[in-house]
């Protein structure tokens, strides 16, 4: 810009001694000016960014931005652009760890809540045998046992809290194998036909399936989640009710499995959150029905560790339907096959 400034100075000069014409002072000054008017927008677009980019280096945010890292550019129009993404990209950020706080405060909550009851019905017999309630035989005897039970239910809630670490980390394998869907549900249909005896819920196929039907995944882990799906039939379904299990063609390589009942069904807006750790319906009465809180997350994570797809349905006073898809096995053959998740 001094050199431009100098040289303008300097024809002036030899103009007004009369060294040269008037020509060449007007071709000069056409020549110079604008080029000294680029030369010096060029240099305040520059000044202006380094200034804008030295703020937010200031601040150490900078890291993660969309401000370019290259050379600096001249053009206010991307520079803008850059700086409004890059606010955008903050506001996005700052908005998500707002969500996993909130998140991570609802965990330790109902962890800590999960873990303290038990604690508590343990330490509360203990201290009551310890007072003098051990020399009576029968009271020690039932009190023993209720603190049995108490630690029995820290063990459950702690091995599904491991258990969903493990998956939710990728640190369990997954053991593949063909299998028949049906002969399987009907295996948990006999386990839990005294549970459902005494609420008088009929466990039931939707149909006769005088064929069986061959998927290929982990059979203990999918035993896992249509156990708790028909726990859950059970738990919040009505007396002399019915949980129906169908098994459907869904596309060629694959089966959705259905457990629907009758119960007492789901508000819609707890749908969203029902796969959350912990999460419950009914915050008080549920808790009296025992479990860990844990058991449809778990679900979740055992059915998106095969690839497929997990759905859910359901309507107040009418009923729920949880649905998962399989893969079909491609042969009857037993081959087992090991995949890390």
Avoid: C
């Avoid at 050199?3 to 000069?13: E, H, K, Q, W, Y």
């Amino acid at each position: 810009m001094v050199t431009f400034t100098f040289i303008s100075l300097l024809v002036l000069f030899l103009y007004l001694l009369g060294k040269v014409d008037w020509i060449i002072v007007t071709i000069s000054a056409l020549l110079l000016f604008p080029v000294a008017f680029i030369v010096m927008q060029i240099r305040i677009e520059r000044f202006i960014y380094r200034r804008i980019k030295k703020i937010y280096d200031d601040v150490a945010m900078l890291e993660t931005s969309s401000i370019t890292t290259g050379p600096i550019t001249t053009d206010m129009k991307t520079l803008t652009e850059e700086i409004g993404k890059f606010a955008k990209d903050k506001r996005v950020e700052i908005d998500t760890l707002k969500i996993r706080e909130e998140y991570r405060k609802d965990f330790l909550g109902n962890v800590s809540h999960e873990l303290k009851t038990p604690l508590f019905t343990v330490q509360g017999y203990i201290e009551t045998l310890l007072d003098g309630a051990m020399d009576d035989k029968n009271v020690r005897k039932k009190y023993l046992q209720r603190a049995n039970k108490g630690v029995d239910r820290l063990i459950y809630i702690v091995k599904d809290l491991d258990l969903i670490t493990k998956l939710e980390v990728g640190d369990l394998n997954l053991k593949k194998e063909a299998f028949d869907i049906i002969e399987l549900i009907q295996n948990v249909f006999d386990l839990l036909e005294m549970k459902s005896a005494k609420k008088k819920i009929i466990l039931t196929f939707d149909m006769e399936y005088d064929e069986p039907i061959m998927v290929f995944a982990d059979k203990e882990k999918i035993q896992q989640v249509l156990t708790n799906f028909l726990v859950n039939s059970i738990k919040y379904g009505h007396t002399n009710g019915t949980t129906e299990v169908s098994v459907e063609n869904l596309i060629k390589n694959k089966v959705i499995v259905r457990v629907t009942d009758n119960g007492e069904g789901i508000p819609k807006q707890h749908i969203p959150r029902l796969f959350e750790r912990f999460y419950r319906v009914d915050k008080s009465g549920s808790r009296s029905e025992g479990g860990s809180g844990l058991g449809l997350a778990i679900v979740k994570h055992i059915v998106e560790a095969h690839g497929e797809k997990i759905y859910v349905e359901s309507e107040i006073d009418v009923g729920s339907e949880f649905s998962f898809t399989l893969e079909k096995a491609e042969d009857t053959s037993t081959t087992t096959t090991s995949t890390k998740i």
